[in-house]
């Protein structure tokens, strides 16, 4: 069954050079519990402007799931913990979720 109210809880989405940066951001967001689970995704190609040149790269995508009050200060925390000068970090609503996942979120990171 969906949940309206789902909004409290929100996925971040961010991309890393490795695996191995992503495990480690990933490991102390769940240590810190400023996250309740990271699905680690696998490598996908990067196409970008940075300073002014066309640049294309692999990157590891991983998806962080917590509340919507503690997303702030992960965003924060990856980008402190980030090997990128600009890394793509960004916040993802939940439209909706099952009461048992959202509760379980929630729960994670208080």
């Given at each position: 069954?969906?949940?309206?109210?789902?909004?409290?809880?929100?996925?971040?989405y961010?991309t890393?050079?490795?695996a191995?940066?992503?495990?480690r951001?990933?490991?102390?967001?769940?240590?810190?519990?400023?996250?309740?689970c990271?699905?680690?995704?696998?490598p996908?190609?990067?196409?970008y402007?940075w300073q002014?040149?066309?640049?294309?790269?692999?990157?590891?995508?991983?998806?962080?799931k917590?509340s919507?009050?503690?997303a702030?200060g992960l965003?924060?925390?990856?980008?402190a913990l980030?090997?990128y000068?600009?890394?793509?970090?960004?916040?993802?609503?939940?439209g909706?979720?099952?009461?048992a996942?959202?509760?379980?979120i929630l729960?994670?990171?208080?």
């Amino acid at each position: 069954m969906s949940d309206p109210a789902a909004e409290d809880v929100v996925s971040v989405y961010a991309t890393f050079a490795s695996a191995a940066e992503a495990e480690r951001i990933g490991t102390a967001a769940i240590e810190e519990r400023l996250a309740a689970c990271v699905n680690i995704l696998g490598p996908c190609g990067s196409i970008y402007r940075w300073q002014g040149a066309v640049e294309r790269s692999d990157e590891i995508a991983a998806i962080f799931k917590t509340s919507a009050a503690r997303a702030p200060g992960l965003v924060e925390r990856i980008a402190a913990l980030h090997s990128y000068d600009v890394p793509a970090i960004a916040i993802w609503p939940i439209g909706g979720s099952t009461v048992a996942y959202r509760s379980w979120i929630l729960d994670q990171v208080s």
